[in-house]
């Protein structure tokens, strides 16, 4: 499978960084990181993103780089999930608008009738962000905030964050042990 992984400036780039930790590395990747992903990441983490990269199937583009492969139709992808998705990015997704990497691979895969995700981090979610969210979802995308099911039992940050990832691998049908499921050892 060929995945493009987007990662925006929401609150909770790290998500983005743990999924793409726990990706299997049959998977080949295609990362872009906006600029202001790099600014929440130094802010709730005070991290380098590159060191989640280690012995890892990816190739990273810059987000102003628009005429890299994945911004084309003619190169191959099967999905694409944007993990965390700001307000911004699902706005300029929702009307087309492709001024970076990240928004104009989005645009590629919708006209493609590609696989997207998207997962987006606000709370509370405006009108506007609600509409833009129904918008894309009538368009075929799947919007997959990072919502939390307490029935796998999480009692740490990283087992909830496993969870959520879990769910979106399930999503993007990445096989996955990574949380545990409704009835599982107790059937």
Same mark, same amino acid.
């Given at each position: 499978?060929? %995945?493009?992984?987007?990662?925006?400036?929401?609150?909770?780039?790290?998500?983005?960084?743990?999924?793409?930790?726990?990706?299997?590395? $049959?998977? /080949?990747?295609?990362? #872009?990181?906006?600029?202001?992903?790099?600014?929440?990441?130094?802010? /709730?983490?005070?991290?380098?993103?590159? @060191?989640?990269?280690?012995?890892?199937?990816?190739?990273?583009?810059?987000?102003?780089?628009?005429?890299?492969?994945?911004?084309?139709?003619?190169?191959?992808?099967?999905?694409?999930?944007? !993990?965390?998705?700001?307000?911004?990015?699902?706005?300029?997704?929702?009307?087309?608008?492709?001024?970076? %990497?990240?928004?104009?691979?989005?645009?590629?895969?919708?006209?493609?009738?590609? /696989?997207?995700?998207?997962?987006?981090?606000?709370?509370?979610?405006?009108?506007?962000?609600?509409?833009?969210? %129904?918008? %894309?979802?009538?368009?075929? !995308?799947?919007?997959?905030?990072? #919502?939390?099911?307490?029935?796998?039992? @999480?009692?740490?940050? /990283?087992?909830?964050?496993?969870?959520?990832?879990?769910?979106?691998?399930?999503?993007?049908?990445?096989?996955? $042990?990574?949380?545990?499921?409704?009835? @599982?050892?107790?059937?």
């Amino acid at each position: 499978m060929k %995945l493009i992984i987007a990662i925006t400036g929401a609150s909770g780039v790290n998500l983005g960084l743990k999924f793409i930790e726990y990706l299997p590395s $049959n998977i /080949e990747a295609f990362v #872009v990181l906006s600029s202001s992903a790099k600014t929440a990441l130094k802010y /709730e983490n005070n991290k380098d993103y590159k @060191q989640h990269f280690k012995n890892k199937n990816i190739t990273v583009f810059k987000d102003k780089d628009i005429a890299a492969s994945i911004a084309s139709g003619s190169f191959k992808t099967d999905k694409m999930i944007i !993990v965390p998705c700001s307000m911004n990015t699902l706005a300029k997704c929702a009307y087309g608008i492709s001024d970076s %990497l990240i928004t104009r691979a989005f645009t590629v895969m919708l006209k493609e009738k590609r /696989e997207i995700i998207i997962a987006p981090r606000e709370l509370p979610l405006s009108t506007i962000a609600l509409e833009n969210m %129904l918008k %894309l979802s009538k368009l075929g !995308v799947v919007i997959a905030p990072p #919502v939390l099911g307490y029935y796998s039992e @999480q009692s740490t940050l /990283e087992e909830m964050e496993k969870f959520l990832i879990g769910k979106w691998f399930d999503l993007l049908k990445i096989d996955n $042990n990574l949380y545990k499921r409704w009835k @599982q050892d107790n059937e």
